[in-house]
């Protein structure tokens, strides 16, 4: 639904009648009937984001409460009127729970986007697709290449703006006529200045910008060639440490990042397809390897166990399974897994081992303070 709404929008909105957004004809069918086709989309979009954050807060709530069995049956006996009371006033009982997601706060932030759509003005539709960045894996993979290094790039960022600001000021004081023959009123004050350059440098580099529009460094002069060896080294200096050194050490830092976690997810994905979870076999050692993890040891069969265990009550336990394995969950103990089970056996004999030696070291003392009374 958002990439229809975001498709119609692209192809409706042109200036018409001296306006951009307000007046959007989609492929001429009229702007009335085009008004009332994305202001339905986008109502959709909004009905969706709330049923999709109501839905989630439920679920969390119920997961997180200790007293979720007594809420969850006492809201299904209760009218759906009541059960929506109940439901807001547990969500907002539970606010630093709920909204501890980036999924709550994506429909958050949908909705807010889709209600400036329908109230405001339509182009505050095409931020909904939000939700297409927030919940696609592969979108969401190359965002945390350039978010888990962030500190770096923010440390990076700073050093330009700094070196930017050194630039400034030199071109400022030594070479004010040459930005005032390109932008006039550059050279007014220094601030100006800086403002050329930040818009200048990532555009042309600062050499080029004042080359191709103002003065350049070697002049020819009714065939005399003039030579400005301070603007020479002005230039070069600002292409090399500006747009070479700093745009490439931010690009390094990004696409290093990637490449470490497109290799973490190869070695994921590929143990993966080459091992299970749950008993840690490897492919090569089961006879039908898609059968085992389909059906034998299937991690979502595991998943809604524990799932299970967690909603129940500890004391409504019967099965002495049930009761181990919610007491290892409490634990946050992984030792009731088939895969922990050789680590947990060889714990168990290096105990034995420990406890055995200890004991021969006991007895051996115990024999010599016998000796020595003799």
């Known amino acids: 639904m958002i990439l229809i709404l975001n498709f119609f929008l692209f192809f409706s909105l042109e200036i018409n009648d001296g306006k951009i957004t307000k007046n959007p004809n ?15 989309l986008g109502f959709g979009i909004m009905i969706l984001m709330v049923y999709l954050f109501i839905l989630q807060s439920w679920i969390m709530c119920i997961l997180q409460d200790k007293r979720k069995d007594k809420w969850y049956t006492q809201s299904y006996k209760d009218g759906p009127i009541k059960s ?24 958050i932030v949908c909705i807010g986007f889709s209600l400036g759509g329908l109230l405001n003005d339509f182009f505050w539709f095409a931020f909904t697709m939000t ?7 592969q979108i969401m993979e190359v965002t945390r290449a350039v978010w888990m290094p962030r500190k770096r790039i923010v440390s990076t960022v700073i050093l330009s703006t700094i070196i930017l600001y050194w630039f400034a000021i030199i071109g400022y004081v030594y070479f004010g006529k040459d930005f005032d023959e390109v932008v006039k009123g550059s050279n007014l004050n220094m601030r100006r200045t800086l403002i050329v350059i930040f818009d200048s440098w990532y555009k042309f580099g600062l050499g080029g910008f004042l080359a191709d529009n103002g003065r350049p460094a070697i002049q020819d002069e009714e065939e005399n060639y003039s030579i400005r060896e301070s603007r020479i080294a002005f230039d070069f200096l600002f292409f090399f440490i500006v747009p070479t050194l700093l745009l490439s050490i931010i690009s390094g830092i990004i696409i290093d ?8 997810s190869d070695t994921i994905a590929e143990r993966q397809n080459d091992q299970c979870f749950i008993c840690g076999r490897k492919a090569n050692e089961i006879a039908d390897f898609s059968q085992h993890t389909k059906f034998e ?12 265990l967690k909603s129940m009550k500890a004391e409504d336990l019967q099965d002495y399974t049930d009761i181990h394995v919610r ?3 409490d634990d946050e103990n992984n030792d009731w897994f088939p ?17 055995k030696e200890k004991r021969l070291m006991h ?8 000796n020595n009374d003799d």
Not at 131 to 137: D, K, Q, R
Not at 297 to 308: K, T
Not at 364 to 370: E, M, P, R, V
């Open 327 to 329: 007491k290892c969950l």
């Open 363 to 370: 007895s051996g003392l115990s024999s010599n303070d016998a």
């Open 131 to 137: 939700y297409l960045v927030i919940f696609s894996p």
């Open 26 to 40: 989609m492929f001429g069918i009229g702007k009335d009937a085009t008004g009332i086709t994305l202001w339905f």
């Open 297 to 308: 040891h299937n991690i979502w069969d595991y998943m809604f166990y524990i799932g299970y």
């Open 257 to 264: 990042n990637f490449v470490e976690r497109r290799a973490n």
């Open 84 to 107: 929506v009371i109940k439901l807001v006033y547990y969500i907002w009982k539970n606010t630093e729970e709920t909204l501890h997601s980036r999924n709550m706060w994506c429909y």
């Open 339 to 355: 895969a922990y089970q050789d680590f947990v056996l060889e714990k168990h004999q290096l105990a034995l081992k420990a406890k």
